[in-house]
């Protein structure tokens, strides 16, 4: 992680914005999350990742705090499969491509279309399925 100090004083001032008291465990695991780039993580991948840093948290916590990130507008759900939740630094209105084998999400431009995606699919894999869920609300 380069520049440290300047990260995590970014990443307080982050969790404070949301309205989110920035305890030691919420600051770790923002500092996994936020340090750079964009990130696709489950609870499981988190929990994992947190252990590798030698942190101490329990797989409970870990996917609690992403819940409260996600209410609180840091992340946003998606739903793989209806049983997988991975959790994505881009809240955005964007889709991804999903590889199946290792289950690593990657974003596509925003507002990409999905015959324009499907041109675009790396080399040495082929579509499996498209899904597309149009998620709708009332007009008002
Ligand atoms: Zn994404």
Do not use: C, W
């Not at 991804?96 to 596509?108: K, N, S, V």
């Amino acid at each position: 992680m380069k520049d440290g100090k300047e990260t995590a004083r970014r990443i307080e001032r982050k969790l404070k914005e949301a309205g989110l008291r920035p305890t030691r465990q919420r600051l770790d695991l923002a500092g996994l999350l936020f340090a750079d780039g964009e990130r696709h993580v489950t609870a499981e991948m988190l929990h994992a990742e947190a252990h590798r840093h030698k942190m101490s948290v329990s797989l409970a916590t870990v996917y609690n705090t992403l819940n409260q990130f996600a209410a609180a507008g840091l992340l946003r759900e998606v739903a793989i499969e209806g049983t997988k939740t991975y959790f994505d630094t881009t809240i955005s209105d964007h889709q991804h491509f999903y590889f199946e084998h290792d289950g690593t999400l990657i974003d596509l431009e925003p507002d990409e279309e999905v015959a324009v995606a499907v041109q675009k699919v790396p080399e040495g894999m082929k579509v499996a399925r498209i899904d597309v869920l149009i998620r709708l609300v009332p007009d008002e």
